[in-house]
């Protein structure tokens, strides 16, 4: 299995940007899919963008495509999503998540989750 911790999250004003960092151990990074899944008060899980395992391809929803970048770093074991442009309905707890082999565009598909981290744009 692998474990995740997400960083970077904070307080911003809208137009602003902000890139947060999950870091995975555990287990083989190259093995999973990797994603960021918010979740605003109130509404479902929402997977905003997703990356597969070499980093070739990429999934955004729509709220976001064109404003947020997802990438990976699989020498640091590292995901990260680089957000801009902010709105303040991209206010949510961002999780990192983890999918096995494969590229998840459902939060049901991933197998393992950080804690969460918090982003709050004021608008």
């Known amino acids: 299995q692998v474990q995740l911790v997400e960083s970077g999250g904070g307080l911003v004003q809208a137009g602003d940007s902000l890139r947060l960092s999950c870091a995975a151990s555990?287990?083989?990074?190259?093995?999973?899919?990797m994603g960021w899944i918010r979740q605003a008060p109130g509404k479902e899980r929402e997977v905003v963008a997703a990356?597969?395992?070499?980093?070739?391809?990429?999934y955004y929803s729509d709220s976001v495509k064109g404003r947020f970048t997802i990438s990976r770093d699989n020498l640091k074991n590292t995901v990260y999503l680089q957000m801009n442009r902010l709105k303040g309905e991209d206010t949510a707890v961002y999780y990192c998540?983890?999918?096995?082999?494969?590229?998840?565009?459902?939060?049901?598909?991933?197998?393992?989750w950080g804690q969460g981290t918090q982003v709050t744009v004021s608008s």
């Open positions: 998540a983890a999918v096995l082999h494969d590229l998840g565009t459902r939060p049901a598909e991933y197998d393992y």
């Open positions: 555990g287990d083989i990074f190259t093995r999973y899919g």
């Open positions: 990356i597969n395992l070499s980093g070739g391809i990429e």
